[in-house]
């Protein structure tokens, strides 16, 4: 869906981009990560042509981005950022309608889409009549969030879209987003220096260093085996639990049900709960539970740890 080749991309003497290559599949969220200045959002522009490179090639869907204008292309892309970026003299409707109405639609469609994308980001209808400064934090990055969505554009550029949010509103958004995204089919590039979103969030991870792509993998492939002694400590002591927070009860095979007064747990627990609930309540088991309450069975210390390194 959407390819670099041999990007590149200088300022004066400075290289900030250098011969970057990757393909990101249909359906696919990559994550660019790496430290500040490590050339990821400059790589995010590109696909855009927010900004000219220098050499290499951009493609989408097997074209070429240069065979089309930059107005065509953003269009069809969309693009949500740190901050938002809302216009702050419209209502909600009108900016979620932005590319919407550049494209064309009558009032009709528009009105539908704007409904039924702020019932998808989890808003009340009444938000369409508000300005951008009538918004909590949480609620202007979810309504950046359906502006990118407005046109059902096939790819979705995000820059750091959750980073100026506190943590518990950016992991609640996070979370919505991933089963957001997965029920939309989107293909998305998202730029990100926070390591617990990049694992939480990616299908793969880009990580780049100086201008330079220095591993791409999924996060469970990136944490088993790990390219450079850079990738290692990057990624730090934590990145086992990091990837506990991706999985869930339901990943796992469980074992028989442990003894009457242990804690309780749902399929839907992310690993890392568990492992918390645990320490919490000082005990090396859980048990299951469905929604009704009946138990379904349990799991251990140990079958959480050797668990999580059968999964991908």
């Known amino acids: 869906m959407i390819e670099l080749h041999g990007v590149t991309k200088r300022y004066g003497e400075s290289t900030a981009v250098d011969d970057v290559s990757f393909r990101v599949e249909r359906g696919e969220l990559a994550v660019l990560l790496g430290p500040s200045g490590c050339g990821k959002t400059t790589t ?3 696909i855009n042509r927010m900004v000219a490179i220098d050499s290499g090639e951009v493609s989408l869907a097997g074209r ?8 065509e292309l953003r269009r069809h892309i969309g693009y949500a950022i740190q901050g938002v970026g809302l216009f702050p003299h419209m209502t909600v409707h009108r900016n979620i309608a932005s590319v919407p109405r550049l494209l064309g639609w009558d009032k009709q469609r528009i009105d539908r889409r704007v409904t039924e994308l702020l019932e998808l980001v989890g808003l009340p ?3 369409a009549f508000k300005k951008p400064r009538e918004l909590s934090g949480g609620e202007a990055q979810r309504i950046g ?9 096939p790819v979705l550029l995000m820059d750091e879209p959750f980073g100026a949010l506190d943590p518990i509103n950016r992991e609640r958004l996070q979370r919505e987003f991933a089963e957001l995204r997965r029920e ?23 990580l780049m260093r100086e201008g330079r792509l220095v591993q791409s993998n999924t996060p469970e492939g990136l944490w088993r085996s790990p390219a450079s002694d850079f990738v290692r ?18 990943d796992l095979a469980l074992g028989a049900p442990s003894r009457n007064g242990a804690p309780r747990v749902t399929r839907a627990t992310n690993l890392r709960d568990v492992l918390a609930c645990m320490v919490t309540e000082g005990c090396d088991h859980v048990v299951v539970a469905d929604e009704e309450g009946t138990i379904r069975g349990g799991l251990t210390v140990h079958d959480v740890i050797s668990g999580i390194r059968g999964l991908s």
Do not use: Q, Y
Not at 64 to 71: A, E, F, G, T
Not at 145 to 153: E, F, H, Q, S, Y
Not at 185 to 198: L, N, Q, R, S, W
């Open 233 to 250: 400590s990057f990624f730090g002591n934590e990145f086992g639990l990091r990837i506990l927070s991706r999985h869930r009860v339901s």
């Open 125 to 127: 209808a009444g938000c």
């Open 184 to 206: 939309l089919g989107k293909t998305v590039v998202f730029v990100t220096h926070d390591i617990g979103e990049a694992v939480l969030l990616g299908d793969r991870i880009l």
């Open 64 to 71: 070429p981005v240069l065979d089309r204008s930059p107005d």
């Open 145 to 153: 969030v359906a502006r990118a969505l407005a046109a059902d554009p």
């Open 44 to 46: 995010l522009r590109a």
